[in-house]
């Protein structure tokens, strides 16, 4: 089933603009419902118990001074959504209409990594932004880990999600059956598929020629190609096979090492977060 609902969290930290004419280029390949989220603490929640050593006058007019920056920068980047909508045939509207892309926007106070997870548990897909520093936010960390909802992993600046050819990075394990389950509806879309699997797949998994058969009964076909033994890592060795064939979006599952250190990300997924430059649907 396509994607209805696709949810992204949008904050005023640079490349906005890139990010949502991106989200909405995703709406319209489905014509699917983009709800945006703006969520975030007011400034005087923040720092009020940090500014406790000024005078109370001063204080309130420093909060005042943060509070209406926070304030212009949500009404700027508001209008940008809006007219983005427009110069992008995407119809603003809290409900979807048939056969039309649509998209809302949607202002939260709270921590926006908890109100993404817990929003995205009534989306089908979640669209996060590839982070500066190429670490895991705690925004991607609870949408991946928390939601029940594939993330799909977006290039900074990235301006148009056209998907023609796709990758598999493919292990048979549950995280990477349930990441090619979610991502039927772009499989079916795209021209080639490829399945990168190593040479040996553990006994208690579905192979990669199982994958292949799996996604032939849903009218997907898929070519199976190994994966260079002489990579550095496995990441590497999927970047550099999707580069190889020109792919331009991967799936493959999300890993986290124990719960009890969950901000620990597996060696694949840390990978795509410092290095892909292409999207990346992942699920856990």
């Given at each position: 089933?396509?994607?209805?609902?696709?949810?992204?969290?949008?904050?005023?930290?640079?490349?906005?603009?890139?990010?949502l004419?991106?989200?909405?280029?995703?709406?319209?390949?489905?014509?699917?419902?983009?709800?945006v989220?703006?969520?975030?603490?007011?400034?005087?929640?923040?720092?009020?118990t940090?500014?406790?050593?000024?005078?109370?006058?001063?204080?309130e007019q420093?909060?005042?001074?943060?509070?209406?920056?926070?304030?212009?920068?949500?009404?700027?980047?508001r209008?940008?959504?809006e007219?983005?909508?427009?110069?992008?045939?995407?119809?603003?509207?809290?409900?979807?209409?048939?056969?039309?892309?649509?998209?809302?926007?949607?202002?939260?106070?709270?921590?926006?990594?908890?109100?993404?997870?817990i929003?995205?548990?009534?989306?089908?897909?979640?669209?996060?932004?590839?982070?500066?520093?190429?670490?895991?936010?705690?925004?991607?960390?609870?949408?991946?880990?928390?939601?029940?909802?594939?993330?799909?992993?977006?290039?900074?600046?990235?301006?148009?999600?056209?998907?023609?050819k796709?990758?598999?990075?493919?292990?048979?394990?549950?995280?990477?059956?349930?990441?090619?389950?979610?991502?039927?509806?772009?499989?079916?879309?795209?021209?080639?598929?490829?399945?990168?699997?190593?040479?040996?797949?553990?006994?208690?998994?579905?192979t990669?020629?199982?994958?292949a058969?799996?996604?032939?009964?849903?009218?997907?076909?898929?070519?199976?190609?190994?994966?260079?033994?002489?990579?550095?890592?496995?990441?590497?060795?999927?970047?550099?096979?999707?580069?190889?064939?020109?792919?331009d979006l991967?799936?493959t599952?999300?890993?986290?090492?124990t719960?009890?250190r969950?901000?620990?990300?597996?060696?694949?997924?840390?990978?795509?977060?410092?290095?892909?430059?292409?999207?990346?649907?992942?699920a856990?």
């Open positions: 089933m396509d994607p209805k609902i696709i949810l992204m969290p949008v904050y005023s930290r640079g490349n906005e603009i890139e990010r004419r991106g989200a909405l280029s995703l709406a319209r390949h489905f014509n699917a419902h983009l709800k989220i703006f969520a975030q603490s007011k400034p005087s929640d923040l720092l009020g940090e500014l406790s050593a000024l005078s109370a006058n001063l204080r420093v909060i005042s001074i943060m509070d209406d920056e926070a304030n212009q920068n949500r009404g700027e980047l209008e940008n959504f007219q983005l909508c427009n110069e992008n045939d995407v119809v603003v509207s809290v409900k979807p209409e048939d056969g039309l892309p649509t998209a809302s926007w949607c202002e939260i106070n709270g921590a926006r990594s908890e109100l993404v997870a929003h995205g548990r009534v989306s089908d897909l979640i669209v996060i932004p590839h982070s500066k520093s190429g670490d895991a936010t705690a925004t991607f960390e609870e949408a991946i880990l928390h939601s029940g909802r594939p993330v799909f992993l977006v290039p900074r600046g990235m301006w148009e999600i056209n998907i023609t796709a990758l598999i990075g493919w292990d048979g394990g549950l995280e990477c059956t349930k990441a090619v389950r979610q991502a039927l509806p772009f499989l079916k879309r795209a021209s080639g598929v490829i399945i990168g699997a190593g040479p040996d797949t553990p006994s208690d998994r579905p990669a020629r199982d994958a058969d799996y996604l032939a009964y849903h009218g997907v076909s898929a070519e199976i190609q190994l994966l260079d033994e002489k990579a550095a890592s496995t990441g590497a060795a999927l970047l550099n096979l999707a580069t190889g064939q020109s792919c991967l799936v599952g999300a890993y986290a090492h719960r009890l969950h901000r620990l990300l597996g060696g694949v997924t840390s990978h795509m977060l410092k290095h892909a430059e292409i999207p990346v649907l992942m856990h």
